[in-house]
T-cell receptor, first 115, second 112 residues
Framework: DADVTQTPRNRITKTGKRIMLECSQT?????MYWYRQDPGLGLRLIYY???????NKGEISDGYSVSRQAQAKFSLSLESAIPNQTALYFC??????????????FGPGTRLLVL | RKEVEQDPGPFNVPEGATVAFNCTYS??????FFWYRQDCRKEPKLLMS???SGNEDGRFTAQLNRASQYISLLIRDSKLSDSATYLC?????????????FGQGTTLQVKP
């Protein structure tokens, strides 16, 4: 079984709709992240969380919100989707340990199309 | 200027060839460096960390040049299965903040 899972894997929605992307992990890591990937731009950080009570904005948080429901769950919401939020979204985790903590483990991604 | 820059390629090489990718980073305080591999339509996965003295893992060799702020990845004896996008990754600050900056990736295609 995968250590980091994302649901849904694919989603088509319309402009103005609210949608939620979910991420779960069984690695026991404290740190979780949401990225989006666009062609030619690489991965960009949306939000990250270092523990259940910690939420931080990344470089492109506008139009997004997150919820860390438990150590193992981190969800990303688009309150009112717009077409330029069409992208591939990845969730990732890391342990934060001194020696290896910056290695991030990614989920399989969610392909989102906003019409 | 992007914080991490890579030549997007694609690099088209025959099987058995040696190929090298470079990456430059702008933050001189960065302390952690990585190469990730991403197959088409899949998630990135850690290929190797990059250490100051350089390090090797089988056919893969990573080098770090702090003075010039660049990182390299050398692949020897290329295999068809090496075809992928290689992401250069740098931490944002000098400490373990968990914030990584990803380059846009360099695409490698190994041909028979």
């Amino acid at each position: 079984d995968a250590d980091v899972t994302q649901t849904p894997r694919n989603r088509i929605t319309k402009t103005g709709k609210r949608i939620m992307l979910e991420c779960s992990q069984t690695k026991g890591h404290d740190r979780m992240y949401w990225y989006r990937q666009d062609p030619g731009l690489g991965l960009r950080l949306i939000y990250y969380s270092f523990d259940v009570k910690d939420i931080n904005k990344g470089e492109i948080s506008d139009g997004y919100s997150v919820s860390r429901q438990a150590q193992a769950k981190f969800s990303l919401s688009l309150e009112s989707a717009i077409p330029n939020q069409t992208a591939l979204y990845f969730c990732a985790t890391s342990s934060g340990a001194i020696l290896s903590g910056e290695t991030q483990y990614f989920g399989p991604g969610t392909r989102l199309l906003v019409l | 200027r992007k914080e991490v820059e890579q030549d997007p390629g694609p690099f088209n090489v025959p099987e058995g060839a040696t190929v090298a990718f470079n990456c430059t980073y702008s933050n001189s305080a960065s302390q952690s460096f990585f190469w990730y591999r991403q197959d088409c339509r899949k998630e990135p996965k850690l290929l190797m960390s990059v250490y100051s003295s350089g390090n090797e893992d089988g056919r893969f060799t990573a080098q770090l040049n702090r003075a010039s702020q660049y990182i390299s990845l050398l692949i020897r004896d290329s295999k068809l299965s090496d075809s992928a996008t290689y992401l250069c990754v740098v931490n944002k600050r000098s400490s373990n903040t968990g914030k990584l900056i990803f380059g846009q990736g360099t695409t490698l295609q190994v041909k028979p």
